[in-house]
């Protein structure tokens, strides 16, 4: 959360600088009070005057500019702030600040603020890639400097690549998650994670394939909830929704790929959950070229063959790590999922009913029983699957992390 946070927005000369405008509203909003500084660069493209009505602050754009006798506006302003975030960050600006050259108000700012720091790049992709800006920015993350990564996409310049300035709401997001897993005395500070999710897809030719109707919702939920609670995770997943931050994310769209990823993760992990819908059985061999319909053929066969059990070789396999699985039943929930339990070897079974309403797959909601051996089971009622994951996270605290 933002709330209450002092936030200094630095503004340098890009085209994204228009973004920076909508930045200072997006983070007014979710509860920061914002000040602005602009570049000389900046204000080529946007007066001082937006920044000075939308923050309801002077702007700063002049180092030998007091606004009063007793304060320095400078160090003012680097003192004043909890968190500084510079947004559109040129070439020029990154570089300076890789070298403590302070030449402007806002690299003089920069350099005299202890508060963390937010560097967001924004430049054509040829400049973000050329050697002096990559070394830089790698200067930069050496001095402690969080760099909130560009975005690949149509650029200013009429073509596609990377250097783009995200939009203000993710630029928010990811300043609010790292703040977040700064945060001291976090229950799962430095514990790994590994967490799938989504449906596989098993290959029947190169244009075809077998899944199911996991979104990988659920996966995701937990991945977020844990990350908030400061693990570190790593998701592994089959779902194409968009990547959370402050994680690890590994696309394996098969059952083969998920069980390899899990595996080389397992040793060096201390929780695995596995929310992932992984296909039983999988195609013995893909077509390498497109199956064709055949004249006269009413019946194709496909056979098909066993994919890894990867939830039962995590059980099987097990030290200090606590695995937990997922299991989805139309039918016989609870009884289905106490014998998988038993039969995977895992520490923790969470039994949705996917043919009840409003659960399951694709729902933005869920219902889950909680089946741990020797224990009895707990019902967690239908609940957003953000609420869902939290409570599975408290669970998960009290069984293992319980300082
Ligand atoms: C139209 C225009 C667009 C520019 N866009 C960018 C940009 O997106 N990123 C960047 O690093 N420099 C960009 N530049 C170059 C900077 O404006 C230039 O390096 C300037 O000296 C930066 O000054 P500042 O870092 O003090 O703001 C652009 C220049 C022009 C004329």
Request: net charge negative; hydrophobic share 45%; charged share 20%.
């Amino acid at each position: 959360m933002l709330t209450g946070k002092h936030i200094a927005l630095y503004v340098s000369g890009g085209i994204a600088v228009y973004k920076a405008a909508t930045l200072v509203r997006t983070l007014i909003k979710r509860g920061a009070e914002v000040r602005v500084a602009l570049t000389q660069g900046a204000t080529a493209f946007v007066t001082p005057l937006t920044f000075q009505t939308l923050s309801k602050h002077d702007v700063y754009t002049d180092r030998f500019k007091q606004f009063d006798a007793e304060h320095v506006a400078h160090i003012d302003l680097a003192d004043w702030s909890d968190l500084a975030i510079v947004a559109p960050a040129t070439a020029d600006v990154i570089g300076k600040m890789a070298n403590g050259i302070t030449d402007d108000f806002v690299t003089t700012a920069l350099l005299a603020t202890t508060a963390p720091k937010f560097v967001a790049p924004a430049m054509n992709n040829h400049m973000l890639a050329s050697a002096a800006v990559q070394r830089n920015l790698k200067q930069l993350q050496a001095d402690g400097v969080t760099l909130i990564d560009p975005e690949t996409g149509f650029l200013a310049e009429g073509y596609e690549g990377k250097g783009r300035l995200p939009e203000p709401e993710t630029i928010a997001d990811f300043v609010e998650v790292a703040l977040l897993q700064q945060a001291p005395n976090l229950p799962f500070a430095g514990k790994q994670f590994v967490i799938t999710a989504g449906g596989t897809q098993e290959k029947i030719d190169p244009v075809r394939y077998i899944t199911n109707k996991s979104s990988g919702k659920m996966g995701y939920a937990l991945a977020v909830a844990a990350r908030d609670l400061g693990a570190k995770v790593t998701l592994i997943t089959a779902s194409d929704l968009p990547n959370p931050f402050g994680m690890t994310v590994v696309q394996a769209p098969s059952a083969e790929e998920m069980a390899q990823q899990v595996f080389d993760r397992f040793q060096a992990s201390d929780v695995v959950i596995m929310a992932a819908a992984i296909s039983d059985y999988r195609p013995v061999q893909p077509a390498t070229e497109k199956i064709k319909k055949q004249a006269g053929h009413q019946e194709l066969v496909l056979t098909l063959t066993e994919t890894p059990d990867i939830l039962a070789q995590l059980g099987q396999t097990k030290q200090h790590q606590l695995v937990i699985g997922f299991a989805a039943e139309t039918q016989h929930l609870l009884d289905n999922a106490a014998q998988k339990l038993a039969r995977k070897q895992a520490d923790m079974l969470i039994a949705n009913d996917v043919a009840a309403a409003n659960v399951g797959f694709d729902y933005d909601t869920n219902a889950v029983t909680i089946l741990r051996p020797q224990e009895a089971p707990l019902k967690l009622p239908l609940a957003s699957k953000t609420v869902i994951a939290q409570q599975i996270m408290e669970i998960i605290r009290q069984m293992r992390f319980n300082a």
